[in-house]
């Protein structure tokens, strides 16, 4: 018979009582907060939520020229749902992953259509949009509108993993052991757990860091159950950096690059110029193609997608 591994638990002991916890990371954060622009109230629900797309899997510093050039033409959901998807592939940029471009146009859209062009405050509205996620509509709807949500990203799920569960690194996905701590963890008061997650996120991105953490400057480093365990090593598979140079990933990344840069469609030797392998380099145009991000036009052109 499989036997499940055991749920966290919270508040068994003093490493692990949330309000000690609640108090010493909010406090840090009062103090060591990066000044964000999605974080400032002129940013609304509209920001937060263009920031919450361009942050996953991509730091900080890449993304705030372009989310200050996109919040600056797009001040609105309605002036992005008015302009061709293929405008937001363009001004997307090299933030990589781009399908997040169409899913932000996407969601635009339906925020027009839907909600009179008003981000919704509502959790399972903001659920039902396209290209939104568990993650996101909890971000949005805690960072944007102050509500009580558990938001689970990498760097809260690490803090959570080591600070109560007392192990290095969170499992590769998110468990319902995860989520399940993470709602006991959840301060009562909306405004008081709205102030929790963006803590405990940012003690994640600054200091309880994947590799080289800095337990000096952790408020709850006396409370930690991996730093009183002696920071037993990670016992799960082998956790790998992700690869970009030779992948398929990089020649998309390539072909984009022409299509983004031309105003008129582009014919196919302008991209067959970009990557030397040409079995490689047509799968790439493939996926492309099938991901909506390139529209194939008669007689061998592409362009960004139009519709």
Known sequence: ???????????????????????????????????????????????????????????????????????????????????????????????????????????????????????????????????????????????????RHAVLDTNVRRVFARAVTGVQYPPTATTAAERHLARALLPEDEATAARWAAASMELGALVCTAKNETCARCPIAAQCAWRLAGKPAHQGPARRGQTYAGTDRQVRGRLLAVLREATDPVPQSALDAVWHDPVQRARALDTLVADGLVEPLDGGYYRLPHS
């Open 1 to 147: 018979m499989k036997i499940l591994p055991t749920m966290p638990t919270v508040s068994t002991n003093a490493t692990t009582e949330p309000a000690v916890l609640h108090e010493s990371v909010i406090g840090w954060f009062g103090e060591h907060a990066r000044d964000l622009p999605w974080r400032r109230p002129e940013a609304g629900a509209w920001g937060v939520m263009v920031s919450e797309f361009m942050l996953q899997q991509t730091p900080v510093n890449r993304v705030l020229p372009v989310y200050e050039q996109w919040l600056a033409r797009w001040p609105r959901p309605a002036d992005l749902a008015a302009e061709a998807p293929g405008e937001a592939v363009r001004a997307w940029g090299r933030l990589g992953y781009p399908r997040r471009a169409l899913r932000l146009h996407g969601a635009a859209l339906a925020i027009t259509e839907r909600h009179g062009g008003d981000v919704p405050a509502n959790h399972g509205q903001l659920l039902a949009l396209p290209g939104i996620g568990e993650y996101t509509a909890a971000a949005v709807a805690s960072f944007a509108y102050g509500q």
